[in-house]
């Protein structure tokens, strides 16, 4: 692929692209549609008025927002004006926005109406008095900005003049330890995710119609639903709501997506449910799973009801998007596939020399998208980018023939409906708990494939076990950390199993015997 120029604006670069698609819809919510000639003078509309709201190159804005048009609108207008959004999981607790906050120093926080409350609170427990502006009716308090009238302000004449390596955008990426990671990107970034993978792995093309389940927060929806489609001119179908399977179901039979994202915990439910519709409903010509490794009988039995396959790949927020992917037509299911021509894939041993097939080891990963940095956190940095690889933190084994096969994570965390738990978190809110006396959080593989999260609890004396105190439990959890991460399974023991030194035998945990 060509390499962008060496004065990168990715918004602008998208807005050209598409100057001559102007009637046509690039965007359809549960509101409405918006054409692509829409879409540009609202992005230049939002970034004139960021300039005019104060905000100045390279400062950030923390976006916590549900999927609808005005997220592409801000996230391609903060880009336009040179300013740097940091988008966040809108699932997370006034706690982690705080720290998010702060860390970041964003000026300016952009929200939806539903979310308002929580990051009011959040704002508040920071102390400082940091605008809140806000996207669809909610009731607005004193000081906060309504973002309506901000997309109809005069445009932007010009982007900011930014470098291909200048920062463009921030994810924040969980670790096994500690608070989550800033993840800077850059213009470039953006651009080779769509040049390497997109348009050579998944053909994406203008005639598509895009749905990902995957939430543009995620490394993997930022592409799916807004780089990949806009690389193209392609339509994409954005959802508020969570990914259920009938939200899911309504979607693909209303809108007759060709290319479908989703996450295996959401393929295994799909199958399972009464309400899958017949292939003739839907229109699917390709699909797309990462987050967790896809199990090979979930890959079989969707392409048997659908027609479509599922290319099973494996991306990274550090990486932006796929660097390793199975390829239409040639789908080893039970694989993650194989390298993303323009991207080097390297096995390693404990001491980072290389391993020969067969064996397992942790994967390195070398290629253009990959981020600067993690913001304000030079150890973690300087363990994860080296030089040219990046530490992936995921162990594989790679086939005679070249595919990859997943085998696990390199640290301590869980990856659980494609997304991390840090069993660490789990426990410290479990042990807040007044029953509980020590807990311990592993990772089980069920039958199925999949990863669930089990707990295991010694109570404090004068509390018993029973299923009132399960549920109890679960609640607790969710009501303080992000809803993926309660514990599915609870088992009461009288006692952890430990080393000597008392420290907590957690693989007995995992497989008893
Ligand atoms: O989980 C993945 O495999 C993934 C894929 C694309 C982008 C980001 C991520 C974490």
């Known amino acids: 692929a060509k390499a962008p120029p060496e004065q990168f604006n990715f918004a602008a670069h998208l807005l050209t692209l598409n100057q001559a698609r102007g009637a046509k819809v690039a965007y359809i919510d549960d509101l409405g549609a918006l054409t692509y000639a829409e879409l540009e003078r609202r992005v230049r509309a939002f970034a004139a008025s960021l300039l005019r709201l104060g905000l100045h190159r390279e400062e950030r804005i923390l976006v916590a927002m549900l999927d609808t048009v005005d997220l592409p609108v801000v996230f391609l207008g903060a880009l336009h004006a040179g300013v740097v959004p940091v988008l966040v999981n809108t699932l997370l607790g006034a706690d982690d926005y705080a720290y998010m906050f702060t860390h970041s120093s964003a000026k300016l926080v952009v929200t939806s109406g539903p979310l308002v409350d929580k990051l009011r609170a959040a704002i508040t427990a920071t102390g400082a008095p940091l605008p809140l502006l806000v996207s669809q009716p909610a009731p607005l308090a004193p000081g906060d900005l309504d973002l309506t009238p901000l997309l109809h302000e005069p445009p932007a004449e010009a982007p900011a003049d930014t470098h291909v390596d200048d920062i463009a955008f921030w994810l924040y990426s969980s670790g096994s330890t500690g608070r989550p990671k800033g993840t800077v990107h850059t213009h470039g970034n953006l651009y080779w995710t769509a040049e390497l993978y997109a348009k050579p792995i998944l053909g994406i093309r203008e005639t598509d119609v895009v749905f990902s389940a995957a939430k543009l927060f995620f490394a993997y929806g930022l592409g799916n639903a807004l780089t990949f489609p806009l690389s193209v001119g392609a339509t994409t179908v954005l959802m508020a709501e969570r990914p259920t399977c009938d939200a899911v179901f309504a979607r693909l039979t209303r809108h007759r997506p060709t290319l479908f994202c989703g996450v295996p915990t959401l393929f295994l439910a799909m199958l399972a449910s009464?309400?899958?519709?017949?292939?003739?409903?839907?229109?699917?010509?390709?699909?797309?799973?990462?987050?967790?490794?896809?199990?090979?009988?979930?890959?079989?039995?969707?392409?048997?009801?659908?027609?479509?396959?599922?290319?099973?790949?494996?991306?990274?927020?550090?990486?932006?998007?796929?660097?390793?992917?199975?390829?239409?037509?040639?789908?080893?299911?039970?694989?993650?596939?194989?390298?993303?021509?323009?991207?080097?894939?390297?096995?390693?041993?404990?001491?980072?020399?290389?391993?020969?097939?067969?064996?397992?080891?942790?994967?390195?990963?070398?290629?253009?998208?990959?981020?600067?940095?993690?913001?304000?956190?030079?150890?973690?940095?300087?363990?994860?980018?080296?030089?040219?690889?990046?530490?992936?933190?995921?162990?594989?084994?790679?086939?005679?023939?070249?595919?990859?096969?997943?085998?696990?994570?390199?640290?301590?965390?869980?990856?659980?409906?494609?997304?991390?738990?840090?069993?660490?978190?789990?426990?410290?809110?479990?042990?807040?708990?007044?029953?509980?006396?020590?807990?311990?959080?592993?990772?089980?593989?069920?039958?199925?494939?999949?990863?669930?999260?089990?707990?295991f609890i010694v109570l404090r004396e004068g509390h018993a076990p029973g299923d009132h105190l399960v549920v109890a439990l679960q609640a607790f959890v969710k009501g303080r950390l992000a809803p993926h991460k309660y514990p599915r399974e609870i088992v009461f023991l009288a006692e952890l199993p430990k080393t000597a030194t008392g420290k907590i035998q957690r693989f007995r945990l995992r497989d008893p015997h």
């Open 274 to 455: 009464p309400a899958l519709p017949p292939r003739a409903d839907v229109a699917l010509r390709v699909c797309t799973s990462a987050g967790e490794a896809l199990p090979q009988q979930v890959g079989e039995q969707f392409t048997a009801h659908f027609g479509a396959e599922i290319l099973d790949g494996l991306g990274s927020t550090e990486m932006l998007h796929i660097f390793l992917s199975n390829r239409p037509g040639e789908v080893v299911y039970g694989t993650t596939g194989t390298p993303v021509p323009g991207y080097e894939v390297s096995l390693r041993d404990e001491a980072g020399a290389p391993i020969p097939d067969g064996e397992i080891g942790d994967l390195y990963v070398k290629g253009p998208s990959a981020a600067l940095l993690y913001w304000r956190n030079r150890d973690r940095t300087r363990a994860t980018f080296l030089g040219d690889w990046v530490k992936t933190g995921d162990k594989y084994q790679r086939l005679p023939s070249g595919h990859y096969v997943y085998a696990g994570r390199s640290d301590d965390m869980l990856k659980v409906s494609g997304q991390y738990v840090a069993p660490v978190e789990v426990e410290l809110v479990l042990q807040q708990h007044e029953c509980v006396l020590e807990a311990a959080v592993v990772g089980k593989l069920e039958s199925n494939g999949l990863m669930k999260t089990c707990a």
